[in-house]
């Protein structure tokens, strides 16, 4: 079976195990409070010269997840606009406007589609001679594979309050042996039912084309998730979960004549011998 489909039965139990919490912070579409169950610090380990990690007790949307990796790593993007999905849509400016505040700078223009200076808007910061943060990693693990400095930051104390979503997935180190390209992904907070196996499968896609692009084999993905937690909505779906028996692993077939980190598409990238659930329906706080 699948070993992010055991990985995630094994976190699934322990926070299901938990106390209901109250959420201040946010609440349902339909107005509803909320509720979570959490735990603290679940750390996973995927090799992925073993494995690819999707998962099989629901199916995972590849294209959607190349699109993400694409609309911050590759375009550094900020609009919703720039991405074919939508799932980013709710936490956007609905408008253009001038917003004016009272620390520097004093006026700024929100424009429509945008979540603020988050994601993207970080990775395209300049950084050491680099254009943004991205082509800093690739250009650093070109000239000195064994450098401890290939690290992409997004957690910004100085832009967190122009954020209309403080990013989760904040912080990327890449690490090589000088054969294989390995990846730390931290996340501050994590809805694991809604987004573990789709941000576990994104930064295995984003690890492969940094390697590829290196001219190196990959490596292991290290995932540490800070607070892990479900919501009170979600809590039958993470109890079927747990039931649903999981599927042997898929094969990740990557376009073998791709290897510029910038010349991927969507169609350089197939699950083969895909064997999975049926989809969930799942509702995303607000």
């Not at 910061?125 to 693990?141: C, H, R, S, T």
Request: with cysteine; charged share 30%.
């Amino acid at each position: 079976m699948a070993l992010i489909d055991d990985y995630q039965k094994d976190t699934l139990k322990l926070i299901l195990a938990q106390e209901w919490i109250p959420d201040n912070r946010a609440v349902w579409e339909d107005g509803s409070p909320i509720a979570t169950k959490r735990i603290f610090g679940v750390v996973n380990r995927y090799d992925l010269s073993k494995e690819f990690p999707a998962p099989t007790t629901r199916p995972l949307p590849l294209k959607t997840i190349f699109d993400e990796v694409d609309w911050i790593y590759r375009k550094r993007s900020n609009n919703v606009n720039d991405m074919r999905a939508k799932i980013w849509n709710q936490w956007a400016f609905k408008k253009t406007r001038l917003r004016f505040s009272k620390t520097f700078p004093f006026v700024r223009l929100e424009k429509k589609g945008s979540i603020g200076e988050a994601y993207g808007y970080q990775v395209a910061k300049p950084i050491f001679g680099y254009d943004n943060q991205m082509d800093y990693v690739l250009g650093e693990l070109k000239r000195d594979p064994f450098t401890r400095r290939a690290v992409i930051e997004m957690w910004n104390v100085d832009d967190t309050g122009r954020m209309n979503l403080p990013p989760c997935a904040h912080h990327l180190q890449f690490w090589s042996d000088g054969k294989k390209t390995n990846l730390i992904l931290k996340q501050r907070s994590q809805d694991f039912v809604t987004a573990n196996a789709f941000n576990v499968c994104e930064y295995a896609i984003l690890l492969h084309m940094v390697a590829r692009h290196i001219g190196q084999e990959v490596g292991e993905l290290l995932h540490i998730i800070g607070d892990c937690h479900i919501y009170n909505k979600h809590l039958e779906l993470a109890e079927e979960l747990v039931k649903r028996e999981p599927y042997a692993a898929p094969t990740l077939w990557i376009n073998p004549e791709k290897t510029d980190f910038y010349s991927f598409t969507a169609d350089d990238f197939r699950l083969e011998n895909y064997d999975k659930h049926p989809q969930m329906k799942i509702e995303v706080a607000v």
